[in-house]
Structure formats: C-alpha cells, structure tokens
C-alpha cells in the first residue's frame, strides 16, 4: 500500500471503532476497554484486547440523570455510550481514579450498564516512594484477579514479558511517527489523529504493522513545502474531525503534542526485566515514573517546562492549550503555561473542547487570528 492507502485504512477504524470491536468479538476475542494509564501490558498478557474508550462527539441524553451538566464531557459521553449499548459485548470496563470527577463514574456505571462489569483501579498520589510503588501493585494485583473473573483469562506471567515488549517497540515507532510529522507538513491533522486514535482500536501488533509500513512510505516521500505556521497542541484531548478540518483551513501544522490521548500515553517505555525480575513490578515503576502530566501530582509542575522545550525542539510557532471543558487539573495548569509560553517568546492560546459541542464557529473565529498572528 501508498501513503495515502494506509492513511485511509486508519481513518476508517477511527471513525469506526465499533465495527473493529464487533469484529473482534466476531473472531472470538475477549475486549476490554480501558481509558487512561491502565496497564494495558497485563491485559494484553492475559490474552485479552484492551480497547480505548474516551468518550465521543455526540450529544448527551441518558447519561444526563446521572451526572451534573458541570462535569465533563468526556465522562458524559463514555457512560452514554455506554447505556447507548455501543460497548456490548466487551467483557469488562477498568477506569483510574486519576481525578475528582472519574471517581465518582464508577457506581453510576455499575447501575446504568450493568452488562458490563466495572473495575476501578485507584493509584497513589504520592507514587514515587517505596509505599506509593507497592499500593499501585496491590491495585494492579486487585484489577487482574477482577479481570480473570469477568474474562475466564488468566495472566500468563511468561508472556507478560513478551507483552511489555510489544509495547514497548509499538511506543518506539509512534514516537517516530511523531517526529516524522514534524517534517513533513502534507500530513493533515486529520491523519495525524486518525494514526493516534486508531492505535487504542486495535492489537497492538496489528497497528505497529501498519505504522511500519506507513513510516516507509513516508520516508521514501519528499518532504512537502511549510506553511510557515507549525503548532505544538497540549491538552486531554483534540480528536474532533471539524477541530481538525479548521486546522488544515488555516494551514496550521501539528509538529508535536502534549494530548493525554496522543503522545503522553508513548513517551515512556517499561524497561525489560531480566531474568529473574518480577514483570509486574516493572510495570509498576513505568507507573510510578511518569511526569509531565495534569493528572499526576507533582508539586514542582515540571509539565509547564516540558512543554515549553518541546515546542521549541519542535520548531513550533505556537502552542495551542486544547482545554477539555470542566477538566480541573488541566485548568489549574494553562495559567502557568501560558506564562511559561510568553516569557519565552511562543505565542498562546487556549481553545475549549467540549465532546457535546456541535458548533465550532467560535473556535473557527479565534484559530483564524491565531494563524495570522504566528504566520
């Protein structure tokens, strides 16, 4: 396949993500769905597929009685499709407890979607010590035995091993795929999600494939000619189709980003055990390792920096903060990155997300002077 052939084939799973589980389920397949930072490794070991579940743009009718209209979308959205029946057939649902409003799905869930049972699993604040490392196994521990139950899967612990390298080589080439983006400016916004959005629908072999593939082609292509406008976005989330048709619009190209649902779930990789070393664990200080995100504590908000140094190693001519509406732990971030971006000369703005939002002149009006403004 060209370029262009494999950039349709990972639109059409991302715009369709219930006909690749409905597939899944065709072929005999175990799906579970997950949403941020569960260890998808130990799912995978199990011989089950984890399968992303953000939420979608749709408006929100059902889920309503459950949830206040202040609490966000995303949240919304994932229990509406929920009651919707689109998640029938998967085997079980694992959310973090990384915020104030996903601890509180996990009850309403088990009453409104009752056929698909509901496995939290709560990690540390403080996860860098010792104390903090063994409480996020003990929760790991908990999830898998509550995964064999709703599964019939066992963990297999020789494969374990075999799952974190997967990963691992699968975080490698998006993190390739990202930097390759930043050079060649004919791949659209759309596309560039379409790769990212697409990786949580599918086996994680089956995606490295195909981004195998599309790396090559890439490669073998000449680099298109810049539009001088090259953005870094940060944010929880920023896969709106009509958001991303108003990026091409203005000709802005993404050429880095800190999305919770894009590059922060590649950047870091679980380091290998050696024989002998406990798999579990290393995936427990892969966990415990991580920075650099809103939904982590860190009480020395080295995020606001790191975005920063990206966006300039990056080459970017501005930021853009992809604010999820209602999300605390981004709001109490973008003041300080949009300081951070002033002192060092990168022009910022702030866009509100929204999954239920149907229009976007708003966001149309303030990207239109953003890109005359950096351009």
């Not at 104390?131 to 709703?150: D, I, N, P, Q, S």
């Not at 050079?183 to 990786?199: E, F, G, I, L, N």
């Not at 189709?241 to 779930?265: F, K």
Request: proline share 5%; with cysteine.
């Amino acid at each position: 396949m060209n370029t262009a052939e494999l950039f349709e084939q990972f639109h059409k799973i991302a715009l369709n993500p219930r006909a690749q589980k409905d597939a899944y389920l065709k072929d005999g397949e175990k799906v579970v769905l997950v949403t941020y930072y569960v260890p998808e490794q130990l799912i995978h070991a199990m011989g089950a597929i984890p399968f992303h579940t953000y939420g979608g743009d749709l408006p929100v009718n059902e889920a309503k009685q459950y949830f206040p209209a202040f609490i966000c979308s995303v949240m919304q959205t994932m229990l509406e499709l929920g009651m919707r029946g689109t998640f029938e057939g998967c085997s079980a649902i694992v959310i973090p407890s990384l915020c104030d409003s996903l601890k509180c799905i996990g009850q309403n869930w088990k009453y409104a979607v009752p056929s698909i049972p509901f496995i939290p699993l709560t990690y540390p604040q403080n996860r860098k010590p010792d104390y903090g490392a063994a409480f996020t196994r003990a929760g790991y521990e908990r999830m898998v035995r509550e995964l064999e139950e709703a599964t019939g899967l066992q963990l297999d612990e020789t494969r374990l091993k075999e799952s974190i390298r997967i990963y691992n080589e699968h975080n490698a080439l998006m993190r390739e795929f990202s930097a390759l983006c930043a050079d060649y400016p004919q791949v659209t916004a759309t596309q560039r999600s379409d790769v990212y959005k697409s990786a949580g629908f599918m086996k994680k072999e089956e995606h490295a494939q195909l981004l195998r593939e599309l790396i090559a082609c890439m490669k073998q292509e000449v680099a298109g000619k810049s539009s001088g406008k090259r953005i870094y976005i940060s944010g929880i989330l920023a896969d709106a189709p009509e958001w991303n048709h108003i990026l091409e619009d203005y000709g802005l190209q993404v050429v880095g980003d800190d999305i919770l649902a894009c590059s922060r779930l590649y950047r870091d990789d679980c380091r290998m055990p050696e024989d002998g070393e406990d798999a579990m664990d290393a995936l427990v200080r892969l966990y415990c390792d991580k920075d650099h995100c809103s939904l982590l504590y860190d009480e020395k908000k080295s995020r606001v920096e790191f975005i920063v140094q990206e966006a300039k190693q990056r080459k970017a001519d501005g930021v853009i903060l992809a604010l999820t509406k209602f999300c605390d732990p981004e709001e109490f971030d973008n003041p300080m990155i949009k300081d951070a971006c002033a002192e060092a000369g990168l022009p910022c703005v702030v866009i509100e997300m929204d999954r239920q939002m149907q229009n976007y002149e708003q966001a149309r009006t303030i990207m239109e002077t953003f890109a005359d403004m950096i351009g």
